[in-house]
């Protein structure tokens, strides 16, 4: 019969007691790579993305015909603070918060632009407005706008501040200028910014009515002195 020595029987025992904790050690680690694994999984999928995307609207249009009155829309001009792509809300007189979620979908400048011209053809009832470049015989009068102040405040009051003159054809002469402060109450953009956004759009239709009340006005003085 063989005999075993003392030292390796407690060095076999010794093994069974160490046994059962590396098995919970390494079940301890497995369940904390499984852990890994899963966030990593929950890493590589596409955050779902809350920015929404606006643009200013015109007046509900109407039919309209060549008209007579031709009119040449030059390039609004914008105050810089104005040139960030998110929605400007403002905070105070002089602090204004962006909010990044919200963001214009085309530059400002080029809506403001294109809302106001589409506004003038259903005031005038006329579909000869150019924009930014045209001939001279082309139009009866020209518009230039340069908005100093275009934003919404937490309330959700929306203010418009455009300084804006009528020339004859070819600047030559100028026919009226004015500078427009304008003001309306919506609802507050924690409301909801399409709120706001239909509030920025009423006051370029109220600017588009000024407008064109001038250029009727200026037009007709021009064709009176004409006809002397």
């Given amino acids: 019969m063989k ?30 790579m499984l852990c890994i694994g899963l966030a990593g999984c929950s890493f590589l999928k596409p955050a779902h993305s809350t920015t929404r995307y606006y643009v200013l609207t015109p007046v509900a249009a109407t039919p309209s015909g060549p008209g007579s009155l031709a009119v040449g829309l030059g390039q609004v001009k914008l105050p810089a603070y104005l040139f960030n792509t998110s929605l400007a809300v403002r905070k105070g007189t002089n602090e204004i918060e962006y909010l990044d ?9 080029t809506g403001f632009q294109r809302v106001l011209a589409a506004n003038l053809a259903t005031v005038l009832t006329t579909d000869r407005i150019q924009l930014s470049t045209w001939q001279r015989d082309d139009v009866t009068a020209e518009v230039y706008v340069a908005i100093e102040q275009f934003d919404v405040d937490a309330t ?43 509030t920025l759009s009423e006051l370029v239709a109220d600017l588009s009515r000024q407008l064109a009340q001038a250029l009727q006005e200026a037009t007709s003085g021009q064709a009176a002195s004409a006809s002397k």
């Fill in 3 to 32: 005999t075993i020595h003392k030292t390796s029987m407690f060095h076999a025992l010794g093994c069974l007691r160490i046994r059962p904790r590396a098995r919970t050690l390494l079940t301890s680690l497995c369940a904390m």
């Fill in 156 to 198: 959700g009051r929306g203010v418009l501040v455009a300084r804006w003159r009528v020339v004859s054809p070819g600047g030559d002469k100028m026919l009226k200028a004015e500078t427009s402060r304008l003001s309306r109450q919506g609802p507050p953009p924690d409301a909801g910014v399409s709120g706001a956004i239909a």
């Fill in 101 to 109: 979620s919200s963001i214009w979908a085309e530059r400002l400048d």
